[in-house]
């Protein structure tokens, strides 16, 4: 398939990195067009206010890249629109990640600029899927922290959940019609291994406290993560009941539902 690759961790991600890399081994063909930095937690935002730079590079991907100086839903928006054309690249699909951590639950879906990537996609009529890799908080912070390369059992992980995305991301795209507006969300359990199984979720509902600490003494507050309350009702399994039993979840955000009619 002819698949348009981003991300919000940003073009240099080594998640983003294993993904090109197996499924270019599985004989796809790519574009990738990522953001210049870490665009987490910003959702589906567009950089409506300020100007865009786009260029493209070589990162050793051995596809055509480029780096956009914005949101992810910048990156497919400008791809689709600017950047492949002119290339004769048409994407039958977009795939955004993999995210560094889960993006599982009512709290976090929306929130996340990777699920953002792949629903520019579906807004341009493409199907999409959006990958996560779930971490410890541990190995979350040791990847965060600068010059740090993910330890062993992380890339052992990477590795597994990247066979996985090439095993179910063809199947996934070919399976969802044209202008659908459905975002199919893989979040990779860990560790990730080969024999996970995979289970049909629903978004976890969690009710989120406060996400930033008291005002310092020059009035600023700072981010400071929690993972929330469950409070989802006995029924069909949750995208966070799937992680905790090791299982790779697979939720579908049909956008067409949101009116309730």
């Known amino acids: 398939m002819r698949l348009l690759l981003t991300n919000d961790d940003g073009l240099d991600s080594v998640f983003l990195h294993a993904l090109a890399r197996a499924l270019a081994g599985a004989g796809h063909a790519l574009a990738v067009v990522a953001p210049a930095r870490e665009q987490s ?5 567009k950089s409506r206010h300020r100007p865009v730079t786009s260029a493209k590079v070589d990162v050793g991907l051995g596809c055509p890249t480029w780096r956009v100086d914005g949101t992810p839903s910048d990156c497919v928006n400008i791809a689709l629109a ?6 004769g690249f048409a994407p039958e699909g977009v795939v955004s990640g993999i995210n560094i951590g889960r993006n ?3 709290c976090f879906i929306p929130a996340s ?7 520019e996609g579906a807004l341009h009529g ?5 990958l996560s890799q779930d971490l410890t908080a541990e190995a979350y912070a040791a990847i965060k922290s600068p010059a740090s390369e993910p330890a062993a059992p992380v890339l052992a992980s990477l590795r597994a959940a990247a066979a996985h995305a090439v095993r179910l991301v063809p199947g996934l795209l070919a399976a969802t019609a044209p202008r659908s507006f459905t975002v199919h ?6 560790p990730c291994r080969a024999d996970a199984a995979l289970r049909r979720t629903v978004p976890a509902r969690i009710i989120m406290g406060g996400l930033f600490s008291p005002a310092a003494d020059d009035g600023t507050h700072r981010f400071v993560f929690q993972s929330g309350t469950d409070v989802s009702p006995a029924g069909p399994p949750t995208d966070r009941a799937a992680l905790d039993a090791g299982e790779i979840s697979h939720t579908v955000l049909d956008y067409t539902k949101l009116g309730g009619l």
């Open 104 to 106: 599982a639950s009512l």
């Open 126 to 130: 493409l199907p999409a899927v959006a």
């Open 82 to 87: 600017h950047l492949l054309p002119p290339a």
């Open 185 to 190: 969300s893989l979040n990779f359990p860990f």
């Open 113 to 119: 600029g990777t699920i953002g990537g792949a629903w």
């Open 41 to 45: 937690w910003i959702g589906a935002a």
